[in-house]
């Protein structure tokens, strides 16, 4: 049988998103950075990361301004993500470069949102961890804006039509095949033929969980 090798201690978890991080200076210029070391820490209040070198172009504009925008990406903007990860705003305009449309927060003051993104998550920032090569800023999300575009008729967000980017050890990849659904190992099998396929998918998960599906879902969690 095949033994596992033993590393020493390095990143080694993904998949992960690749999101682009737009934010500016208070003279009115912008930018746009490429961030992998990224994730959701609080649901409520709703809070996330970005972990920063202090070297980057990027660095200083959001120290300086407390806020940046967390750009989800997609299969489109994949080119653009790779750019604004291996270009630095000190020496090109990334959106002019990239033909992205820089578009006013509605909560921040100097970091604009990128127009093209399916979701764009404002963000004030709360804590500096200076953890070594990287700084984290924790951040709280002040709003969510939702391209609607991905609204249904029934006013359901479908995040998963947008064709979502990951990144995976160096590459780029989209979302290709659903696995399951949240709380489906649980869920009841039904086994009469006359059930329906709405009742099929009906989640049977402690009462709590299912707020959280809700909550998570819910419409008016997007309005401006
Ligand atoms: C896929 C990908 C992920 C990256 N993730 C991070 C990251 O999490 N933190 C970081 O400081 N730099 C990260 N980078 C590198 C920066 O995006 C890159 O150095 C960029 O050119 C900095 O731009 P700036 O100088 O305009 O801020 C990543 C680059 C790529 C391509």
New binding site residues.
């Given amino acids: 049988m095949m033994s596992k090798q033993v590393w020493k201690p390095g990143n080694m978890l993904y998949p992960l998103p690749?999101v682009m991080v737009s934010c500016g200076d208070k003279e009115g210029n912008a930018?746009i950075?490429?961030?992998?070391?990224?994730g959701t820490v609080c649901t409520n209040p709703a809070m996330l990361y970005?972990?920063?070198?202090p070297e980057?172009?990027?660095?200083q504009m959001i120290k300086e301004t407390g806020e940046f925008v967390v750009n989800l990406t997609t299969k489109d903007l994949v080119y653009a993500?790779?750019y604004?990860?291996?270009?630095?705003?000190?020496d090109v305009d990334?959106f002019k470069e990239m033909k992205l449309t820089k578009q006013k927060a509605e909560k921040l003051m100097y970091a604009p949102i990128i127009k093209e993104s399916p979701v764009s998550i404002e963000c004030k920032v709360v804590e500096i961890k200076e953890l070594g090569t990287?700084h984290m800023f924790l951040a709280q999300v002040l709003a969510v804006d939702i391209d609607e575009r991905y609204m249904d008729k029934s006013g359901k967000f479908r995040l998963n039509s947008a064709d979502l980017m990951v990144?995976s050890h160096g590459e780029y990849f989209n979302l290709k095949e659903q696995l399951g659904t949240f709380g489906y190992s649980v869920r009841k099998k039904t086994t009469t033929k006359t059930k329906n396929k709405s009742s099929q998918n009906k989640v049977n998960l402690p009462k709590k969980e299912l707020k959280w599906i809700r909550t998570d879902t819910k419409k008016d969690s997007v309005k401006k």
């Fill in positions: 690749a930018n950075v490429t961030i992998a070391w990224t970005i972990s920063l070198r980057r172009h990027s660095y993500t790779d604004c990860g291996v270009r630095s705003g000190r990334k990287h990144y």
